[in-house]
C-alpha cells in the first residue's frame, strides 16, 4: 500500500501559492472557484493561499464576475504595484525601452535616438525614467532589466563589439544607474527566443535565425534551447568564408552593398532598404544587388545546415522584406538537389529582439517577484 504524499506545511504552502500567481500571471484576474480548476487546489486551499497572498501585498481584488451563472463571485488579481521590469534593445543607432509588469503587460514604451554626444548608460537609463512617468497610478519599482546588444555576449555580461571588449562595464554601470540587476544578452539570441517562444519556432524543435539588419548574425535553438556556446560566439555568422570573398570579408553590411551598387553604376549611398523597395519595383540593378545578398545568405544557411542540420531557417529584420524572401527562395530551389533548405519568415520582424527583450523580462520578473512573496522572512536573532 502506497503511503499518502505528505510534507512541511511551509512547503505545501508555497508550491500552491506559486501554482496561484503562476496562473494569474498567465490569465489576469479569476475567480476562486477558476483558480481551483485552473490549479486543481481545493476551495479551502485557495482561500487559504489567497490570504496569505493579500497579506503579503501580492494580490488584490479585481472586480466582480457577473457574467456566470448564480452569485456574482469576487475576483482577485496580481497586486498592480508588484513592480516591473524593464526590456531594452540598443542597436547603432537608437534605444527602445519597454516596461513591463509581471503578467508580461507593456505598461509605458519609450524610443529614441541614440545622442552623438551622451552616454547611452545615461540615455537607456533617461528612457526608463521617461516610462515610469507616463505609467499612470502606479508607484512600482523597477526591479531588473534585460538589455539586448549588437555584438558578442559573454556569460557574465560582458560585450565584444566593433570597440572591443567592455569587460561588463556597460552591464555594472546600467545596473549602477537603474540601481536594479541588469542582464545583457545578443539582440539575434532574444530575436530567436521570441521566435521560439510565441513565433515562427514554437512547433520547431530546432532552427536557426538569420538575422539581417546592419550586419548578418545567427541566433541558433537546438532541442528547443537556445545555444550561445562557449563564450558566446555561436551565431556570429557575418564572417563565414565564402569564395571568393577574401578570409575575414564581411558577408552583408553597409559597405558591402555600396560596393555592389558601384558595380552596378549605381549610387554607393543607396541604402539597402532603398534596393529592396527598388527590386520590388521591378528595377533590374537592385534585383542584381538584392539577388547577390540573397545567394550569401543561403550560403550562410548552407554552412549552418551542414554543422547543425536545424529543421528550419527563419528570416528576420531585413531578411523579411519581399525582394529578399522571394530572392531567397529561388537561390535555395537551385541548391535543392544538394542540399535541401527550409525557411521561413519571422512572426515579429524588425521587433523580434524587442519582442524577445519583453518576454525574457517579464519571466525573470515573475520568478524575481514570486520568490519574494514566497520566502518567508528570517526571524530576527536567528
Given at each position: 500500500m502506497s503511503r499518502p504524499l505528505a510534507g512541511p506545511q511551509g512547503l505545501l504552502r508555497t508550491l500552491n501559492g506559486r501554482a496561484i500567481l503562476e496562473s494569474l500571471a498567465r490569465s489576469g484576474p479569476q475567480t476562486r472557484t477558476e483558480l481551483m480548476s485552473a490549479t486543481g487546489l481545493s476551495r479551502t486551499a485557495v482561500t487559504q493561499v489567497l490570504r496569505m497572498l493579500e497579506s503579503a501585498g501580492a494580490v488584490a481584488a479585481a472586480g466582480v464576475d457577473?457574467?456566470?451563472?448564480?452569485p456574482a463571485a469576487g475576483r482577485v488579481a496580481l497586486h498592480p504595484r508588484l513592480g516591473f521590469a524593464a526590456a531594452v534593445h540598443v542597436d547603432h543607432h537608437a534605444a527602445h525601452v519597454v516596461l513591463v509588469d509581471a503578467m508580461g503587460a507593456v505598461r509605458a514604451e519609450q524610443h529614441d535616438a541614440l545622442p552623438t554626444s551622451e552616454d547611452r548608460?545615461?540615455?537607456?537609463?533617461?528612457l526608463v525614467a521617461r516610462c515610469r512617468r507616463t505609467v499612470k497610478a502606479a508607484k512600482g519599482a523597477v526591479h531588473l532589466a534585460v538589455v539586448g546588444v549588437p555584438g558578442i555576449v559573454t556569460a557574465d555580461g560582458g560585450i565584444r563589439d566593433d570597440l572591443g571588449p567592455d569587460g561588463g562595464a556597460f552591464r555594472a554601470a546600467l545596473s549602477a544607474e537603474l540601481d536594479c540587476p541588469v542582464r545583457i544578452e545578443n539582440d539575434v539570441n532574444l530575436a530567436a527566443l521570441a521566435e521560439l517562444t510565441s513565433g515562427a519556432g514554437t512547433t520547431l524543435a530546432s532552427f536557426a535565425l538569420l538575422l539581417l539588419d546592419d550586419g548578418l548574425g545567427a541566433g541558433i535553438v537546438i532541442?528547443?534551447?537556445?545555444?550561445?556556446?562557449?563564450?558566446?560566439?555561436?551565431?556570429?555568422v557575418m564572417y563565414l568564408p565564402q569564395t571568393p570573398l577574401p578570409i575575414g570579408a564581411p558577408i552583408v553590411s553597409d559597405a558591402v552593398v555600396g560596393d555592389l551598387a558601384l558595380g552596378l553604376g549605381c549610387d554607393a549611398g543607396t541604402s539597402l532598404t532603398e534596393h529592396l523597395d527598388a527590386a520590388l519595383r521591378g528595377d533590374d540593378a537592385a534585383k542584381q544587388i538584392i539577388a547577390e545578398i540573397g545567394r550569401r545568405i543561403v550560403l550562410?544557411?548552407?554552412?549552418?545546415?551542414?554543422?547543425?542540420?536545424?529543421?528550419?531557417f527563419i528570416l528576420g529584420g531585413k531578411a523579411t522584406h519581399p525582394a529578399l524572401v522571394e530572392a531567397i527562395g529561388h537561390i535555395a530551389g537551385d541548391y535543392a538537389a544538394q542540399l535541401p533548405l527550409r525557411f521561413l519568415v519571422s512572426s515579429f520582424g524588425p521587433e523580434a529582439s524587442l519582442v524577445g527583450?519583453?518576454?525574457e523580462a517579464a519571466s525573470a520578473l515573475r520568478g524575481e517577484l514570486f520568490t519574494r512573496i514566497l520566502t518567508p522572512a528570517s526571524k530576527a536573532g536567528r
Open positions: 457577473r457574467d456566470t451563472r448564480g548608460v545615461a540615455h537607456i537609463a533617461e532541442d528547443g534551447a537556445l545555444h550561445r556556446g562557449f563564450s558566446g560566439v555561436a551565431g556570429e550562410v544557411a548552407g554552412s549552418v545546415g551542414l554543422v547543425l542540420d536545424p529543421e528550419a527583450a519583453v518576454d
